[in-house]
Nanobody, 117 residues
Framework: VLLVESGGGLAEPGGSLRLSCAAS????????MGWCRQAPGKRRELVAM???????KYGAPVEGRFTISRLGSKNMVSLQMNALKPEDTAVYYC????????????WGQGTQVTVSS
């Protein structure tokens, strides 16, 4: 399985960004897809995950600000990030860890999100 991310970049505090991830190399549906992030000097943490049935799980720091969605039955997910804060600055990785622990599964290459004025 190959995960390819797009989006990210620089935003001002209070701004918005959108990330997308598409999986290839697999015939069936991936049970869970989503995002983990890692900031410099910090542990990797859950951002958001969504199952093939549409059930979602958000990390506490982003709940109410970020929205994850999945494109129908396809292995494609998007993350809409609103009301961004400087502490959202991190490398964001697309991930398929079914435990939502951001430890296993398949990983994308990572995309940088920087929130700064």
């Amino acid at each position: 399985v190959l995960l390819v991310e797009s989006g990210g970049g620089l935003a001002e505090p209070g701004g918005s960004l959108r990330l997308s991830c598409a999986a290839s190399g697999i015939a069936g549906s991936i049970f869970a897809m989503g995002w983990c992030r890692q900031a410099p000097g910090k542990r990797r943490e859950l951002v958001a995950m969504i199952t093939e049935s549409g059930a979602t799980k958000y990390g506490a720091p982003v709940e109410g600000r970020f929205t994850i969605s999945r494109l129908g039955s396809k292995n494609m997910v998007s993350l809409q990030m609103n009301a961004l804060k400087p502490e959202d600055t991190a490398v964001y990785y697309c991930n398929t860890d079914e435990s939502y622990a951001c430890q296993g599964g398949t990983w994308g290459q990572g995309t940088q999100v920087t929130v700064s004025s």
